[in-house]
């Protein structure tokens, strides 16, 4: 009677991984022209955005850092300045003063759209589901829109003689609001008009969060005696603690680069209450021709963007779960 070998398929295993370590080669495997065609066909998909981001952001960041040390007015040739444009920042209360309105404007943005957007999602999500398409359209459609033409408009719905907000405003037998010649009314609208049209972004995310929730949980949850509020603060507020990382982070980001709403409605008025940093660069390189300065103003922004970033990072250890 013959006996059919039998074959230890982890021993095999190993004597083939073996061979490959000492360099063998496993003729059993196929050969790698497949995933040689693959890798090039991959590197040439990524080739345009790697170039891309290299010609239009990364060399821009390192032409403003090298143009800080100089100083230029497009018209001359750049003169070295080492850090005559540093010093002169530190002395720079029109600076000091953009920096600090910029990160107010930061601060209330992000509180108030991370908010009311993670508001609408538990309201659309439990009691109106059946609205969500309608609501994911309505307050998606402004992020389509230019932050330049939603100003433009704005403008008009929040000007102080004729817009629509004084008008429902007297309607209803109240008084008109300086909304965009008073410090506070112009501050109030500015955080208005860019919450408004970022909300839609949020609204989105923390929708996508809370289906991801499992509703074992919350019914476990539910019987067991918790309370909506217990429920929503020990279970729902922990699971999509990654999603209110990343909408802020995102919201930080942004916000400190703000431009086109103060530009368009207030131009940094009245006064300086709305002055940002990114205004202030435009304001010192194309209006007076200190493109060095500028460059300098820049540098700090960036600085600023990264520490930001790194510290929303570093502090989430504490309170963001990914499990």
Same mark, same amino acid.
């Given at each position: 009677m013959t006996?059919?070998?039998?074959?230890?398929?982890?021993?095999?295993?190993?004597?083939? +991984?073996?061979?490959?370590?000492? %360099?063998g080669g496993d003729r059993s495997i196929p050969t790698t022209r497949r995933s040689r065609s693959e890798e090039r066909f991959a590197w040439a998909m990524i080739t345009p955005t +790697?170039?891309?981001?290299?010609?239009f952001t990364a060399l821009p960041i390192l032409a403003s850092f090298a143009?800080?040390?100089?100083?230029?007015?497009?018209?001359?040739?750049?003169?070295?300045? %080492?850090?005559s444009n540093y010093t002169a920042l530190l002395h720079?209360?029109?600076?000091?003063?953009?920096?600090l309105v910029t990160l107010m404007l930061t601060a209330s943005i992000v509180v108030g759209q991370t908010l009311i957007g993670l508001a609408l999602?538990?309201?659309v999500q439990r009691r109106v589901r059946w609205l969500r398409p309608l609501f994911r359209a309505a307050l998606f459609v402004p992020l389509l829109v230019s932050a330049a033409s939603i100003s433009v408009v704005m403008s008009y719905v929040f000007n102080d003689q004729f817009g629509?907000?004084?008008?429902y405003l007297n309607a209803i037998g109240l008084p008109s609001v300086a909304w965009l010649s008073s410090s506070g009314g112009a501050f109030m609208t500015i955080?208005?008009? +860019?919450?408004?049209?970022?909300? %839609?972004?949020?609204?989105i995310v923390f929708t996508a969060a809370l289906s991801a929730v499992p509703e074992e949980m919350l019914e476990a949850a539910a019987v067991d005696g918790a309370s909506g509020w217990r429920r929503f603060r020990h279970i729902t507020l922990p699971m999509i603690s990654p999603s209110i990382l990343f909408v802020g982070t995102v919201g930080v980001i942004n916000t400190l680069q703000l431009f086109d709403q103060p530009y368009v409605l207030t131009q940094g008025g009245p006064g300086t209450s709305t002055q940002t940093m990114v205004l202030t660069i435009y304001q010192q390189a194309f209006q007076d021709l200190r493109f060095g300065y500028a460059s300098t103003l820049s540098v700090v922004l960036f600085a600023v963007v990264l520490l930001a970033t790194y510290l929303q990072f570093r502090l989430s250890r504490r309170?963001?779960?990914y499990s």
């Open positions: 006996t059919t070998p039998q074959i230890d398929a982890p021993a095999a295993t190993a004597d083939r +991984v073996a061979a490959l370590k000492r %360099g +790697v170039l891309t981001v290299g010609v143009l800080s040390f100089f100083n230029y007015n497009a018209i001359t040739a750049p003169h070295w300045a %080492g850090l720079d209360s029109v600076a000091r003063h953009a920096l999602a538990i309201l629509v907000m004084n008008y955080v208005l008009v +860019v919450v408004w049209q970022q909300l %839609g972004f949020t609204f309170w963001v779960f």
